[in-house]
């Protein structure tokens, strides 16, 4: 069965500071890996996906297929990237994703 | 602007009475997805649909129904709600296209005494 595990519940850190949420993943397949972000008062929304390789408002996230792991990152956070994160892998060749539960990253200045 | 839209935003009700929350979209998009958001358990697959004729259970569909009545409508429905069912409650849709993204609704927060 596929799962994704996140750690961390929430992550606190200061503005300026680097952020690292963690993410990884169990799957026997090839997966594909994304991060969704959901603001205060937002939709949830995707962030990046790791296909794309590209970097989303700073943030970037590899996925490493030997440790399972698709870790988003950020060197520099700011008060405005305060959310919550999910990291989500879908099933090559369906649609449904599976989501992690989810880590509440809060920047203070 | 193409949009999720959920109605009710918010539900209060009791135990054992039925509730329908219904979703539609104007993307133009054939999946549509119902997910549960619980604080601490994340995002849980309740049904999806891949087209009008096509439904399927997610990983917590017990106690749950759907119905697709339209490309653009999907409901959820509690037969008989009970207090663990309280919950935000998220439609989503996506494109035909295996692209992976998801296009979220705004919530329907959900309240079973």
């Known amino acids: 069965a596929q799962r994704v595990t996140q750690p961390e519940k929430l992550l606190s850190v200061f503005k300026g500071a680097p952020v690292e949420l963690k993410c990884n993943y169990s799957y026997s397949g090839s997966p594909e890996l994304f991060w969704y972000v959901q603001y205060s008062r937002q939709r949830l929304q995707l962030l990046l996906r790791h296909i794309s390789r590209e970097s989303i408002k700073g943030f970037t996230a590899d996925l490493n297929k030997g440790e399972t792991s698709f870790h988003l990152k950020k060197p520099f956070a700011q008060e405005e990237d305060s959310a919550m994160y999910y990291c989500a892998l879908r099933h090559s060749g369906y649609s449904t994703l599976t989501f992690g539960k989810g880590t509440m990253l809060l920047v203070s200045p | 602007d193409a949009d999720v839209t959920q109605t009710p935003r918010n539900r209060i009700t009791k135990t054992g009475k039925r509730i329908m929350l219904e979703c539609s979209q104007t993307k133009g998009h054939d999946r549509m997805y119902w997910y549960r958001q619980d604080p601490g358990l994340g995002l849980r697959l309740i049904y999806y649909s891949f087209d009008v004729k096509d439904i399927n259970k997610g990983e917590i569909s017990d106690g749950y129904s759907v119905s697709r009545q339209a490309q653009a409508k999907f409901s959820l429905s509690l037969e008989s709600a009970i207090p663990n069912q309280t919950a935000l409650y998220f439609c989503?849709?996506?494109?035909?296209?295996?692209?992976?993204?998801?296009?979220f609704g705004e919530g329907s927060r959900l309240t079973v005494l």
């Open positions: 989503a849709t996506s494109k035909g296209q295996n692209t992976g993204e998801l296009f």
